[in-house]
């Protein structure tokens, strides 16, 4: 049976950690309405360059783009999102699942020895990853992104990754993340990104395009390959951005959780406290009565 000094120290402790867990909650929170302002802040971007193809497509003409060239396909990359730090619960693990069932998707799909390039973004990510790497399947990280990459090193990676798509070194580019919907609620997505495909410009047909006429200088080919890069950069800032308004939403949920755990375990430890030093007063009470009556 514990000791009245242990419990007390045991109180301490629980308490010192439930004030720790409150003030993580508060950061993460802070964090991710920052985030939530960075994804609206990136919308009217997006929106316009949608816009601007979805018109480009309804135009009456012929376009090339060896972004949108479909082929055979043979070696795949998957680019995963994931966290850099822990203490957000149950997040990485839910990725790192869908991410087993989209590699089992391709194999069957594509065959079993399809070569398949896991990208990892984020520390915890890359180590999970690294458990399915043999054979046809290889985890590559990029250097110098991670789930904290500002616009500067997006843009390089978005780079990169077009690149090995127009040198053949992949036939697709999937990108698997959590798409952020609200602080209770994240859900994730797979997303092509490489071949761009016509749905990606309008993903749940409730868009419509302006029938007013434009004029297209120098002409719509020209103009279409120049924005689709633009769009692909869009695409792949609000991915990142979505990627921290989510995690920082399950770390808020988990340090929740946490503080609700700790505050259930310091009433339990109170009420087992005062029961045990009411029993120790009460003893010498009766310590007391004992020596006077005799």
Same mark, same amino acid.
């Given at each position: 049976?514990?000791?009245?000094?242990?419990?007390?120290?045991?109180?301490?402790?629980?308490?010192?950690?439930?004030?720790?867990?409150?003030?993580?909650?508060?950061?993460?929170?802070?964090?991710?309405?920052?985030?939530?302002?960075?994804?609206?802040?990136?919308?009217?971007?997006?929106?316009?360059?949608?816009?601007?193809?979805?018109?480009?497509?309804?135009?009456?003409?012929?376009?090339?783009?060896?972004?949108?060239?479909?082929?055979?396909?043979?070696?795949?990359?998957?680019?995963?999102?994931?966290?850099?730090?822990?203490?957000?619960?149950?997040?990485?693990?839910?990725?790192?699942?869908?991410?087993?069932?989209?590699?089992?998707?391709?194999?069957?799909?594509?065959?079993?020895?399809?070569?398949?390039?896991?990208?990892?973004?984020?520390?915890?990510?890359?180590?999970?990853?690294?458990?399915?790497?043999?054979?046809?399947?290889?985890?590559?990280?990029?250097?110098?992104? %991670?789930? #904290?990459?500002?616009? @500067?090193?997006?843009?390089?990676?978005?780079?990169? *990754?077009? /690149? &090995?798509?127009?040198?053949? +070194?992949?036939?697709?580019?999937?990108?698997?993340?959590?798409?952020?919907?609200?602080?209770?609620?994240?859900?994730?997505?797979?997303?092509?990104?490489?071949?761009?495909?016509?749905?990606?410009?309008?993903?749940?047909?409730?868009?419509?395009?302006?029938?007013?006429?434009?004029?297209?200088?120098?002409?719509?080919?020209?103009?279409?390959?120049?924005?689709?890069?633009?769009?692909?950069?869009?695409?792949?800032?609000?991915?990142?951005?979505?990627?921290?308004?989510?995690?920082?939403?399950?770390?808020?949920?988990?340090?929740?959780?946490?503080?609700? %755990?700790? #505050?259930?375990?310091? @009433?339990?430890?109170?009420?087992?406290?005062?029961? *045990?030093? /009411? &029993?120790?007063?009460?003893? +010498?009470?009766?310590?007391?009565?004992?020596?006077?009556?005799?």
């Amino acid at each position: 049976m514990a000791t009245l000094r242990e419990l007390k120290g045991r109180i301490g402790s629980v308490a010192s950690s439930e004030k720790i867990t409150g003030a993580m909650k508060m950061i993460s929170s802070a964090k991710m309405h920052k985030a939530e302002q960075a994804l609206r802040r990136q919308l009217p971007f997006r929106n316009q360059i949608e816009t601007i193809i979805a018109n480009l497509l309804s135009a009456d003409a012929q376009f090339v783009s060896p972004l949108i060239e479909s082929r055979d396909v043979k070696h795949i990359s998957i680019v995963v999102f994931g966290s850099d730090d822990g203490l957000c619960g149950a997040y990485n693990v839910n990725i790192f699942k869908q991410l087993l069932e989209r590699v089992q998707y391709y194999q069957a799909t594509y065959g079993s020895d399809v070569k398949i390039k896991v990208v990892p973004v984020g520390t915890k990510m890359y180590k999970a990853s690294n458990k399915i790497a043999h054979g046809s399947i290889k985890v590559e990280m990029v250097e110098g992104v %991670n789930s #904290k990459t500002e616009a @500067d090193g997006v843009k390089t990676f978005i780079a990169q *990754l077009q /690149q &090995q798509f127009l040198e053949g +070194e992949t036939d697709l580019v999937d990108v698997l993340y959590m798409n952020f919907v609200s602080m209770s609620r994240q859900r994730p997505r797979f997303e092509q990104i490489l071949p761009v495909v016509q749905e990606s410009f309008m993903p749940e047909g409730e868009k419509s395009v302006s029938s007013r006429p434009y004029l297209f200088e120098p002409d719509v080919n020209q103009i279409f390959s120049s924005v689709l890069p633009l769009f692909l950069l869009s695409t792949m800032q609000e991915i990142f951005t979505e990627n921290r308004a989510s995690e920082q939403a399950a770390r808020v949920m988990a340090m929740q959780s946490a503080n609700d %755990n700790a #505050k259930k375990l310091l @009433d339990q430890l109170r009420l087992e406290y005062n029961k *045990l030093r /009411q &029993q120790s007063i009460t003893n +010498e009470l009766l310590d007391i009565v004992g020596g006077q009556v005799r």
